[in-house]
RNA sequence: CGGGAGGUAGUUCAGCCCGGUUAGAAUACCUGGUUUGGGACCAGGGGGUCGCUGGUUCGAAUCCAGUCCUCCCGACCA
């Protein structure tokens, strides 16, 4: 627990007082200074403490193993410097805290957790990410190993979009939560935590978005098409309403979310532009020209390419249409991400990179805490990451030339 | 916590340096008309204690002092 608390003490808000009142000289609300409690609440960072208060009760045998309890809350911490969606002072988040028999178990936990992560952050959200491991300097305050996914916003930073720890034994050891295994030995119990924050809203929007706006892959858009009319009169309004009633019934049935914008206090053109800044990912525009000859007006925000689509087969286009975007906006982001992974070999080359270029940096690193350290002083950038299943090779550090074993990924992060 | 920038119409800002009619623009809003295939056009209209407090002055959005707040950069960090 020490280091967990070490971790964290320097960026807790604590509660000193439980009232406010109305100033009587008219400075409007003020803290009743009457109102002081005389024991401080800290507001929780993360939850590991009164987790694991909890789980000392819940667990004595081999049998209540393995526990996992999820939840999601809102967690503060007081950052010097808060940046809006990735860094806020509160944030809503989910965590995650697993409790087990074996040491493996654990590990294999964390890493199950990891791959949920990726897979929802890039087969959902359509955002590549790289898997690995942080180094010691880099882990979670109190864990052993620290898993996480990194991500590359459309500037070139990084961003860590999910994290999940082994915690070893520690929070076992520091709230004296013991088990007794199937041969009444006494043992410790092992720990995983893990965790996913509205920082991913940020992401999103990052690392997709373009001059018009959002742009949001179909998976987890919550409207994937929009239909605008356009029309003369209620006699026109009338036919394409028909003829759009028909293809909404269509489109519900595939499973597809649709929205009939028929309001008459806004243009087309002034709903073209106010749906793509909001990034759902098809519209459809039928007016009177259309209805003559069957088709409708496909338009997809990713490429903004317009299409001219026979009615008759459209509701099964848009659904082909759909997955070819989500797949799309992914390969997208994929070649931003593999484009940006730039090998260096010497100093020089590491700074130019980073200054130029940017993205991760795949450099040799002599693996001390020193150096990782001096790199973050000289450049700003850090370890991001030691991909998982990373190639052994012989080199030499990027900063002092010492022996290294494998290259790690360097980045300026956010 | 250190450094920087800023607070004027619902919003985004100009005006401030060099004090002087009734504080402007764009956009948004209201009314009428014409429109509707990429954020419409014409005409008319409403909207401000210029962040707050004090000072200088015949006169302060403008100068001075204090104060509150916001944003950006840095350290810190999901």
């Known amino acids: 627990e020490a280091a967990h608390v070490e971790g964290f003490a320097k960026e807790c808000a604590v509660v000193t007082h439980y009232r406010l009142k109305n100033d009587p000289a008219g400075a409007g609300i003020i803290v009743d200074p009457e109102a002081k409690l005389e024991e401080e609440l800290i507001i929780r960072p993360t939850s590991e403490t009164i987790i694991w208060n909890t789980y000392k009760t819940w667990i004595q045998s081999y049998r209540d193993l393995p526990v996992l309890l999820n939840q999601w809350c809102n967690v503060v911490r007081w950052e ?114 893990w965790g996913m924050s509205t920082r991913l809203i940020g992401a999103l929007v990052m690392a997709h978005s373009d001059d018009d706006g959002l742009v949001l892959p179909p998976k987890i858009a919550p409207l994937q098409v929009v239909i605008v009319p356009i029309y003369k009169g209620d006699e026109q309004l009338e036919i394409i309403t028909g003829k759009v009633n028909q293809i909404v019934k269509e489109l519900k049935d595939l499973g597809i979310s649709v929205k009939y914008d028929n309001s008459d206090n806004a243009r087309p053109g002034w709903k073209f532009a106010e749906y793509e800044m909001k990034g759902v990912p098809v519209r459809i525009a039928i007016g009177k020209r259309d209805i003559e000859k069957n088709v409708a007006e496909v338009a997809r925000r990713d490429t903004k390419e317009k299409m001219s689509v026979d009615i008759s087969g459209l509701s099964s286009y848009i659904k082909n249409l759909l997955d070819e975007m989500q797949l799309n906006i992914y390969n997208r982001s994929k070649q931003n991400l593999e484009g940006h992974i730039t090998k260096a070999d010497t100093w020089n080359e590491f700074v130019e990179i980073l200054d130029n270029k940017a993205g991760f940096i795949s450099a040799h690193w002599d693996g001390t805490a020193e150096t990782e350290e001096k790199i973050k002083e000289l450049t700003k950038a850090t370890i991001r990451c030691i991909p998982l299943n990373n190639k052994q090779e012989n080199g030499k550090c990027i900063l002092t030339g010492n022996p290294s074993t494998q290259r790690v990924l360097f980045a300026r992060a956010y």
């Open 80 to 193: 010097m410097r808060t940046r809006l969606f990735l860094r806020t002072a509160e944030f809503l988040w989910q965590e995650g805290h697993t409790a087990h028999a074996t040491k493996q178990e654990a590990v294999d936990e964390a890493e199950q957790m990891l791959n949920i992560y990726a897979d929802f952050v890039e087969n959902y959200m359509a955002v590549p990410v790289i898997k690995g491991v942080k180094t010691p300097t880099e882990r979670f305050a109190g864990a052993e190993e620290t898993y996480c996914i990194e991500a590359l916003m459309q500037d070139g930073k990084a961003l860590q979009a999910g994290t999940s720890h082994f915690l070893g034994q520690n929070f076992a050891k520091a709230f004296d939560v013991k088990f007794s295994d199937k041969n009444n030995n006494l043992d410790y119990v092992w720990a995983t935590s």
